[in-house]
DNA sequence: GCGATTACCCAAAGCGCTTTGAATTTAGGC
DNA sequence: GCCTAAATTCAAAGCGCTTTGGGTAATCGC
């Protein structure tokens, strides 16, 4: 069923079916009604490449899947598409995946651009001078980015106070007591990276603790990295009796770490770990509970998603950006440090 | 830039520019390399909803997030999308993510058909009896299912072995000498989790071990239910000396309870489970290494859509029934079963 | 050298929808 | 009851691309 069918079993012009659909004001109200009927009996719904090529809107956001089991590509994506998918529904907008191929990633971000199949992107896991941002901000097609890079030209963009949460949960840690606290974060160059270790360095200094630069891990997040760098750590000595996670697979891994050297976690050794929130996987349920600095990457996408929408709507990208808390939540894996049994 | 500009500018009417870029045999060899070349140049790309509203076929195929927490949205769902993104470049095809709508999914499935958005759709997490896969084999619109279904209208599905695997699993726990075996799976009424418990079933009354209801639980995949209902199994006299876990997040869980009631795992107790395979998340670098029955949902994911492109192109679905091995890894966490220490 | 192919290229007709500009009714004012 | 303004509705012109149905020039067979 087509609109011109409709148009003719109604009686109608396509152009007031049109309207009639699309909710604008120029339509008898009872005729309204009756093509809404009508459009719901035949199941009509309008094709939506046409609709698109006349409207000039796409009606779709890209995002890029790295090719690469890079950061970007985690647990937390599904969450975080989730989210996004969640508020597009609302927009009638759909979400396209696209993979970059053959690992030329901007490449394929020219080619997603070019090729009209979306009105937006949003970009996720910056570096600090990410050149997907300076490309897309250069060819000025909407993004908004999920984080943060040091880009001086303006684009829109959401962000997480990373440099807060770990300076927040570093703080605490140095309030129970703990004068030797490392981090196991993800790779160097992300944004998201060098911020928690900015935040991290900030609460050591402030409270007159020296950085030990070994103390320091970047790394793939992943159980396995998180295990073997925490035992590296424990071998130290002294070793660290707090350890920072950046993330919950990596605390896992610490976790197995801390019990194979047959220490007791939140006792001798703290770990607080950062939580994306994930359905799956709840912090509060573990043994010992699990200490995090939480912020939900669900909610973020959807957010972000919205965002993207304003800026499409023309609002000025550089009225467009946010950063948010981070909440910590103690729980019992993170506690004064008590000394070893041994 | 667009089709009717780049014409102008090579002096070639826009059929033939359209034919040289599409790669039709009806143009001058050298005409199409200067056509190309142009193209190049001016980075021209055709307007993906133009091509499509002439072409007839969307280039898209889509896939429905499901708005509850479903079995059918964790940390595999990533994985599987990658793999179909993956396949999908090859084919020029995009992946279209659509949010069902209040809850109800199968007119999410009306909807997303009749505004044409996509030509095929990937349905996943079945039930026996699904009710999306009889709608669609209905509307006669092109699918493939990841899983199977006890419809009997032909359609087509790729599965892997889960009552294989199971099997297999089981099988080899009793080989060890275990006869108090449990299995903590998914949700009941899936497919995929009926056919397991039909396999643990089988491999039990194979060997003449009596069933016992209790140890059979159904549950959401989530460390938090695994360490729950295996606490509960253990407390039990005599109580399961081994578990087949549904997930790893799961078995994560399940790991958790064994440590907490004071048993050894692989020895007291014995686990295996249902591995995805994540790369963030490595059974084999666990501490004891996990024994898995393993399958890549990522592989799934890529032959998948490339079932589909086929479906599109044609091949009656009759033809198109795979059904994967799975294969089972022993590693620590599953052994003899070893009397508890006191 | 001439008709018949073959190779290339083109103008124009859609694909199904939105939107402009105009026409037709209907309502309002005096 | 007549004129003007407001409310509805419509015909037709795109949106940018593919494809049909011809053309024209080059090539071939004899």
Avoid: C
């Amino acid at each position: 069923m087509k609109l011109k069918e409709l148009a003719e079993q109604l009686g109608l012009s396509q152009t007031t079916v049109s309207r009639a659909l699309n909710g604008y004001p120029e339509v008898n109200k009872a005729t309204r009604e009756r093509v809404s009927q009508a459009a719901q009996k035949y199941g009509y719904s309008a094709n939506a490449n046409a609709r698109r090529l006349a409207i000039g809107r796409i009606g779709a956001i890209g995002i890029l899947m790295p090719r690469d089991r890079s950061e970007r590509f985690g647990p937390h994506t599904s969450e975080f598409f989730s989210g996004l998918a969640e508020q597009l529904s609302q927009h009638e907008m759909d979400l396209l995946m696209s993979p970059s191929i053959n690992n030329d990633e901007l490449a394929a971000y020219r080619r997603l651009i070019s090729s009209k199949r979306v009105d937006g992107i949003i970009i996720t896991g910056p570096t600090l001078m990410d050149e997907r941002v300076a490309m897309l901000t250069e060819a000025k097609f909407p993004f908004v980015l999920h984080g943060r890079t040091n880009i001086a030209a303006p684009h829109a963009w959401l962000d997480i106070d990373n440099a807060g949460a770990f300076r927040q949960a570093a703080s605490h840690l140095i309030d129970l007591g703990h004068r030797h606290i490392a981090m196991i974060d993800g790779l160097k160059g992300h944004t998201f990276s060098e911020h928690r270790e900015m935040g991290y360095r900030e609460a050591l200094v402030e409270r007159g603790i020296a950085v030990d630069p070994r103390f320091i891990v970047h790394e793939r997040f992943s159980d396995e990295t998180g295990f073997h760098e925490a035992q590296r750590l424990l071998s130290y000595t002294p070793h660290p009796t707090a350890i920072l996670a950046g993330s919950m697979m990596t605390a896992l891994g610490i976790f197995r770490a801390i019990r194979s050297k047959g220490y007791e976690l939140g006792k001798e050794v703290s770990v607080i770990a950062h939580d994306d929130v994930f359905p799956y996987l709840n912090a509060s349920n573990m043994v010992p509970a699990m200490t995090t600095t939480r912020s939900s990457i669900r909610s973020a996408g959807s957010r972000i998603a919205e965002l993207l929408v304003r800026v499409l709507d023309g609002e000025p990208v550089e009225n467009i950006h946010e950063i948010w808390p981070v909440e910590l939540i103690l729980r019992q894996s993170s506690g004064p440090p008590v000394a070893p049994r041994r």
